[in-house]
């Protein structure tokens, strides 16, 4: 509960403030308004400031990073001419050391086939005559064998049957084969 004097003190200040509150409350709305005011401005000048901070380092950031952009880009294109001339001189040098070797080689392959071809036709003729003299001896004397085998193999077969007659079969035989 509140005091006799506390309640006596509140009404006097009631009434002695009470013809001056409406005339504070103006006041104190306007004081806000223009301390609001005075807020918002320095508010606005802030951020046009922070802008302009912000603004600035973005630019010089971002004309560092171009920057450096474009040195590698120059030297990326320069890297790649440098490396094309160098694959093209060493394309020019190889094969100007390719035609020459090759040349010598196939001038000197070139005078082999042209001896080969000249001995070859020397010896063409002979060889060929020797070489197919040497495969109808061979020829007969393979034809002789089968036929020693074969007029052998009837002596045997005849001879259980006809012991005289196939030896004489036997020659005829291998006479006919022979002619």
Not at 12 to 19: A, G, L, S, T
Not at 57 to 71: C, P, Q, T, V
Not at 98 to 123: D, E, N, P, T, Y
Request: charged fraction near 20%; proline fraction near 1%; include cysteine.
């Amino acid at each position: 509960m509140k005091s006799l004097g506390e309640v006596w003190r509140a009404k006097y200040f009631k009434i002695k403030y009470e013809f001056m509150a409406t005339k504070l409350i103006i006041a104190q709305a306007v004081t806000r308004s223009i301390i609001a005011a005075q807020r918002a401005a320095h508010l606005k000048r802030c951020q046009e400031a922070v802008l302009a901070v912000q603004t600035s380092w973005r630019k010089r950031d971002i004309s560092r990073k171009w920057l450096a952009i474009a040195k590698a880009t120059i030297q990326h294109r320069a890297t790649l001419h440098i490396q094309d001339l160098a694959l093209a001189t060493m394309k020019s040098a190889g094969q100007k050391v390719a035609i020459s070797l090759l040349g010598q080689q196939l001038s000197a392959k070139l005078w082999q086939l042209r001896r080969r071809i000249r001995v070859q036709r020397h010896f063409k003729g002979f060889l060929a005559r020797r070489h197919f003299q040497r495969t109808q001896m061979s020829l007969r004397n393979t034809v002789l064998a089968v036929s020693n085998v074969a007029s052998f193999y009837t002596m045997q077969v005849r001879s259980r049957t006809e012991p005289v007659d196939s030896l004489i079969a036997g020659c005829v035989l291998r006479n006919a084969q022979l002619s």
